[in-house]
């Protein structure tokens, strides 16, 4: 059969019923909550069709060619969506099926056959796991040198910064603080152009910050942003995902400070946190080991071994 699935893109205003496809089943990756979809929409071209009321089915484009997303639903019926989305690559786009960093629980649920699907791991975006209670307290001798920094932080800075939640009317003061902390970046132009994404994701977060349900805080300084944070809350698996956090690098401790207390008042029942992942850049593999992580999320990337057969 032709499965002619009627696909639109992600919205501030379909929120509410798509919210609730969620956390339906294991899932430890960043991708496990509404923002990452949310905030990476534009970048990835991400679409969705609702399947008979049982889940979320993705499409979206990466490099010129169509992939699928894990459906997002119950662990039960993710043989039945996933089998959909083939026949839709298949029969519809006549392509073979492409899954874009497939979670490794949904992976040992499926038990792919190796004769029909490779499926190789993609290390570098693999998703950072820490233990809560150790990033709230950095107690321990691993986390010893993160707590010295925060606590000399706020010797330093004391009577000068407030922390506290952001709201919508804030938006303005984030902006002004990504244009200055976009200007003193001088990466690679590849990195560079995922920063300028992501801007382009915060600036769509801020401007629909009423319907989206996630966590941002911020650091003043002498009364000027200097940090800001936004996470939001796996409730299945007990883990916040941070999904951003920017600081200013000239105040020493601080993105030690925002890290901690973003945890400490709004995720103070996170039994793991989820940091997400390096995308293969030293710098941030080093400071992402240095939090001593106690796993990681792994994703791999899946393509069906297909030919399209010739007069379909």
Not at 86 to 102: C, H, M, S, V
Not at 226 to 251: D, L, T, W
Request: charged share 30%; with cysteine.
């Amino acid at each position: 059969m032709n499965m002619n699935l009627k696909f639109k893109p992600v919205t501030a205003e379909d929120i509410a019923k798509i919210i609730p496809f969620f956390g339906l089943r294991p899932d430890k990756t960043c991708e496990s909550v509404f923002l990452d979809s949310f905030l990476w929409r534009d970048y990835y071209h991400i679409q969705y069709t609702i399947y008979e009321e049982k889940g979320l089915l993705w499409k979206m484009e990466q490099e010129g060619k169509t992939y699928t997303s894990i459906p997002s639903c119950r662990q039960e019926d993710l043989p039945e969506l996933l089998g959909i989305m083939k026949d839709y690559f298949n029969q519809t786009l006549g392509e073979p099926l492409r899954i874009y960093l497939a979670d490794e629980e949904s992976l040992e649920f499926l038990k792919l056959d190796p004769a029909e699907f490779s499926i190789e791991e993609a290390v570098d975006l693999k998703d950072y796991l820490y233990d809560g209670e150790a990033m709230r307290t950095l107690s321990g001798r691993k986390l010893h040198k993160k707590k010295n920094r925060v606590n000399s932080f706020i010797r330093t800075y004391e009577g000068r910064y407030e922390f506290r939640r952001l709201c919508c009317s804030d938006r303005q003061d984030v902006w002004e603080f990504l244009d200055k902390w976009r200007a003193g970046k001088n990466e690679p132009e590849e990195v560079m152009e995922g920063l300028d994404e992501e801007i382009v994701g915060i600036h769509e977060i801020l401007k629909n910050c009423s319907y989206i349900p996630a966590k941002m805080v911020g650091v003043y300084i002498d009364g000027d942003l200097q940090a800001f944070s936004v996470g939001s809350y796996n409730s299945r698996e007990k883990m916040a995902v941070i999904h951003i956090e920017k600081a200013n690098p000239e105040f020493n401790g601080l993105y030690q400070f925002i890290n901690q207390q973003f945890l400490v008042h709004e995720f103070p029942e996170a039994v793991l946190v989820n940091r997400e992942d390096d995308v293969g850049i030293p710098g941030l593999r080093k400071s992402k080991m240095s939090y001593n992580p106690i796993g990681f999320a792994r994703k791999f990337m899946v393509e069906q071994k297909w030919q399209k057969k010739s007069g379909i």
